[in-house]
């Protein structure tokens, strides 16, 4: 895909050097993260930001719940909403405590989310889902049934009006503090995956674990 282009939302203001706009940067932060936090406006007339699991197919976001969720309700009606996603790569340890930041990469997807209805598209969504977490999990599984996927909200937002911003590298330090006694540099973050631990039920043989372990960006053994 071509760079994304910033609208007047998306573009970048506080620290424009840290403004990302290639496709493939912001596609591997999504790729990496979890957990997206979806901001919007509720019927009440009161701010939410709802933590959520989510998939990427291509140029499109999915998220899907339960048809009782109330967040996936209202995000159906067609409403603006925020999605972010934040991954946290190191603390930045400054000898002046002004100084002291994270090194990160983000992004964020503005857009308006519309409930999928295609059960072919809600099962490959359904099934994006399962491999975002472990990669080739979902051939592993048996696939949802069509009643699991009529009881199972899907919503799709465009990646359109996406901007994304990262920083990195040691910390900003004024000339005057390097001579303090105080330790300058950077703590390295990671997730870390443990080795797979049975549910003990079942028929199902034993699993070697790397078969099981994120393998893609910092999630690492």
């Known amino acids: ?75 159906a009606g067609g409403i603006d909403i925020c999605v972010t996603v934040t991954l946290v790569d190191g603390f930045v340890l400054a000898r002046s405590a002004f100084h002291h930041s994270l090194n990160y990469r983000s992004v964020v997807v503005l857009g308006r989310a519309v409930e999928e209805k295609d059960p072919a598209v809600k099962a490959a969504a359904l099934e994006a889902f399962v491999d975002h977490i472990v990669a080739g999990r979902a051939a592993d599984t048996r696939a949802p049934s069509p009643i699991e996927v009529r009881k199972t909200t899907v919503l799709r937002l465009p990646l359109r009006e996406v901007s994304a911003k990262m920083r990195t590298g040691p910390p900003v330090e004024e000339p005057a503090d390097l001579d303090l006694p105080v330790w300058g540099g950077v703590v390295p973050l990671w997730l870390h995956a443990g080795a797979p631990e049975s549910d003990g039920q079942g028929t199902g043989g034993a699993v070697s674990a790397p078969r099981y372990l994120r393998a893609n960006g910092r999630a690492r053994v």
Do not use: K, Q
Not at 20 to 30: G, M
Not at 52 to 72: E, I, K
């Open 1 to 75: 895909m071509n760079p994304i282009t910033p609208t007047e939302s998306t573009t970048i203001r506080r620290l424009p050097a840290r403004a990302v706009s290639d496709w493939e940067t912001i596609a591997a932060v999504l790729d990496e993260g979890f957990v997206c936090h979806v901001g919007f406006l509720g019927a009440d007339g009161r701010p939410y930001v709802i933590p959520t699991a989510y998939g990427r197919v291509d140029d499109m976001l999915f998220l899907h719940g339960s048809p009782a969720s109330r967040m996936l309700r209202t995000l």
